[in-house]
């Protein structure tokens, strides 16, 4: 195994969706997406991510072209294993594409990809994601089960889910996020010795960052939700500048 360096730095990649559902809760266009992409660049973002989903619940297909020419940040095009979303991202090309498990019925994305279970189903897509220069990620569970399948699979990233963790935190159950941490940490650790770049992402808070921040081997976090629900109260460049604060200071 060719095990990656790890850096100082740890990027912070802002999903800005949920700027999106409120525009869609009324129609037309305000709150624009775009608007907070670049908010999110002048304050110090390290990268957009945006989630199209089957249904269009908030980001649209005619947002990608304009986010991407709005900002410089790379564009992390959160995406399901579908022939039609496939089609978009190869159309678009960001510079990063995450696999994510979707269902229709689901609030927000529940779990990690099953990698491993669905092997021959994502062959063609990462190959021809890869094949277009387009940074494939895989959006998993911190399991090795998971990470070998993401190795097989020619992933060159790999984003951990880590709403146990946050849910773990929100029940009092301080056992329970104390194992998650360390089961993050620990997979955070194998990916990099697979030559895996680990990020990670889901329920983070200014409460419950740190110490995923601190975690080393981590190249990045995807936050979304929690920074659009601050923004109402503190402002979109406050949250996200805090947010970026914690960060540095776990590091």
């Known amino acids: 195994m060719n095990s990656l360096p790890t850096s100082g730095k740890l990027r912070l990649g802002v999903n800005i969706d949920h700027v999106a559902t409120i525009r869609n809760a009324r129609g037309g ?130 984003e951990f889910h880590t709403g146990e963790y946050a849910h773990a935190g929100l029940d009092g159950d301080a056992g329970r996020e104390a194992s998650e941490l360390a089961r993050i940490a620990r997979m955070s650790a194998l990916a990099r010795e697979m030559g895996i770049e680990p990020h990670a992402g889901h329920g983070l808070t200014y409460e419950n960052v740190k110490p995923i921040a601190a975690i080393p081997e981590l190249a990045e976090l995807n936050i979304g939700h929690y920074l659009v629900g601050e923004a109402v109260f503190v402002g979109l460049e406050n949250a996200v500048r805090r947010m970026r604060e914690l960060m540095d200071e776990a590091r």
Not at 45 to 63: F, P, S
Not at 88 to 115: F, M, N, Q, S, Y
Not at 139 to 158: H, N, S, T, W, Y
């Open 29 to 158: 266009d305000h709150p624009d997406p775009v608007r907070a992409a670049e908010i999110v660049a002048a304050v110090g973002g390290d990268g957009i991510t945006a989630h199209l989903r089957e249904d269009r619940r908030h980001i649209r297909d005619e947002d990608l072209a304009r986010i991407q020419t709005a900002t410089d940040l790379p564009l992390n095009l959160e995406m399901a294993a579908t022939e039609e979303m496939l089609e978009i991202a190869l159309r678009h090309k960001p510079h990063a594409a995450c696999i994510v498990p979707e269902k229709r019925e689901e609030r927000t994305t529940e779990g990690g990809l099953d990698a491993a279970g669905q092997h021959n189903r994502l062959v063609p897509i990462v190959s021809r994601l890869r094949d277009a220069g387009i940074r494939v990620s895989l959006f998993i569970e911190a399991e090795e089960r998971q990470l070998e399948a993401a190795r097989l699979l020619g992933a060159p990233v790999v």
